[in-house]
């Protein structure tokens, strides 16, 4: 019985593209995407995950296929509260004994307001105690960095909804900056570019494809070719165009920009002691974003720092708030919320 008890507390990196959960004693168990399909005459949920994004873009009237939250924040409370609890039934077939522990990743600019959202989403989603941590913190974790260590550790977590920048020290975030243009904004500048230049509208995932397949940040020698499907705007018909890599660079550079800018804002901010560690131990790149082609190119060109990509940079949020669920007295203190009643 308290075996089973233990094994139940578990972590959710909740993202604006991707929801990972993880167990503990068993890893990260569910990777699924953001996505919640429900009838809006009846209001039921009929699909979340990976099923619900493939009707993204192809629903008719009465269904519609959203994404429930928006920047990193809860946009749609009552989808959030649903998909979490989907998930955490996923995960735990024994419905009546789950009543976990839970770790829930936010973005390090949450207001006071969206913390306690996504803390009752938690707990309306069964949990028995939410915390929260700092996605920075949990993805400085996750990477493996020495975060309580009296020495600086810079890590960018680029994400769907947000982009996070920190500098880690002695177990705290030392100085921090959360911007909302990420993995997303990236698919709409390939959109609004597609839309200016060829006169081409494209869907969401079409753009995001575009963007994993020839996406780059900063040129490299082959600069393949891709063939892309849209409708054209002046005739209304379907029509494919061939775009190169070095296209796409110039329609992602705005987005690109803003996050080397947030991380040239960072660096200015951080005291000279620990700018210094930096130097030596230079920049992490975790979240889907950082797996951009070039990007980590991109910003040892602009702040002259060496920048390493997280081993596996789309679950290091994940594993990190996991590691905590696994050694939670040891790092409890990490966690921001209901430390104060007793667990």
């Avoid at 177990?171 to 904004?185: P, Q």
């Avoid at 030596?280 to 070039?294: P, S, Y």
Wanted: charged share 25%; aromatic share 4%; hydrophobic share 40%.
């Amino acid at each position: 019985m308290a075996n089973s008890i233990i094994g139940r507390d578990m972590a959710v990196d909740l993202g604006t593209a991707n929801t990972l959960v993880y167990v503990r004693g068993r890893g990260v168990v569910l990777d699924e995407p953001s996505v919640v399909a429900r009838n809006e005459r009846t209001g039921e949920v009929l699909a979340v995950g990976h099923e619900a994004k493939s009707m993204v873009g192809r629903t008719p009237d009465n269904i519609t296929a959203l994404r429930p939250l928006k920047d990193g924040v809860i946009a749609d409370f009552e989808a959030t509260e649903q998909m979490l609890r989907r998930f955490i039934q996923q995960v735990h077939r024994r419905r009546y004994m789950a009543k976990p522990r839970m770790v829930i990743c936010v973005p390090s600019g949450i207001t006071a307001v969206e913390q306690r959202a996504v803390k009752e989403a938690g707990y309306q989603a069964g949990a028995r105690r939410v915390y929260i941590i700092e996605e920075p913190m949990a993805a400085a974790i996750g990477a493996g960095l020495p975060v309580h260590q009296p020495t600086g550790n810079m890590v960018v977590d680029i994400g769907g909804g947000t982009t996070e920048v920190a500098v880690i020290s002695l177990g705290g975030v030392v100085t921090s900056l959360s911007i909302r243009t990420a993995g997303d904004d990236l698919d709409q500048a390939i959109v609004a570019w597609m839309k200016k230049t060829y006169s081409l509208l494209l869907g969401d995932r079409t753009a995001e494809e575009l963007k994993t397949s020839i996406g780059s940040a900063f040129p490299y020698r082959e600069e393949p070719v891709a063939d892309v499907r849209g409708r054209d705007l002046v005739s209304g018909l379907p029509r494919t165009v061939s775009i190169s890599a070095s296209e796409i660079r110039q329609a992602l550079d705005e987005p690109i920009q803003a996050i080397v800018d947030a991380v040239r804002v960072t660096l200015d901010q951080t005291p000279p002691e620990l700018a210094g560690d930096l130097m030596d131990r230079g920049i992490v790149l975790t979240g889907g974003g950082a797996l951009l082609r070039g990007l980590d190119d991109r910003i040892r060109h602009e702040t002259g720092m060496p920048v390493h990509i997280a081993t596996d940079p789309l679950q290091s949020v994940a594993m990190g708030a996991g590691k905590c669920v696994e050694e939670f007295e040891a790092l409890q203190a990490v966690l921001v919320g209901d430390t104060r009643r007793a667990s």
